[in-house]
């Protein structure tokens, strides 16, 4: 099994910073990719940011030059630092990992807890 785990979400004013951080642990062969999604309040569940470890880095466009996602490969962990945020950027935010266990020969998307995020005006 693969567990996901969140930090670093909180509570902060329009235009301030936030890092999230997600470490993976388990037994696995391969992470081929982690990313953060988010859901905000009445909508479904949205990519944020992508980094495989084979193809460029990804992002949404309304994140794009004011989040950063950064990845340690050699520690399996994954973060967003979050710049100049606005209300619209309030949701819970969702680790998540593409990854190939011993077990399936497919690769299988695992998901942290989330992380709630919330700016105020």
């Known amino acids: 099994q693969v567990q996901l785990v969140e930090s670093g979400g909180g509570t902060v004013e329009a235009g301030g910073s936030l890092r999230l951080s997600c470490a993976a642990s388990?037994?696995?062969?391969?992470?081929?990719?982690m990313a953060w999604y988010r859901q905000r309040p009445g909508k479904e569940r949205e990519l944020v940011a992508s980094?495989?470890?084979?193809?460029?880095?990804e992002y949404a466009d309304s994140v794009e030059g004011r989040f950063s996602i950064s990845v340690d490969r050699a520690k399996n962990i994954v973060q967003l630092q979050m710049n100049n945020l606005t209300p619209d950027d309030t949701a819970v935010y969702y680790c998540?990992?593409?990854?190939?266990?011993?077990?399936?020969?497919?690769?299988?998307?695992?998901w942290g807890q989330g992380t709630q995020v919330t700016v105020s005006s």
């Open positions: 998540n990992a593409n990854v190939r266990t011993p077990y399936i020969i497919d690769y299988v998307d695992y």
């Open positions: 388990g037994t696995f062969v391969e992470i081929k990719a």
């Open positions: 980094s495989p470890r084979y193809t460029p880095v």
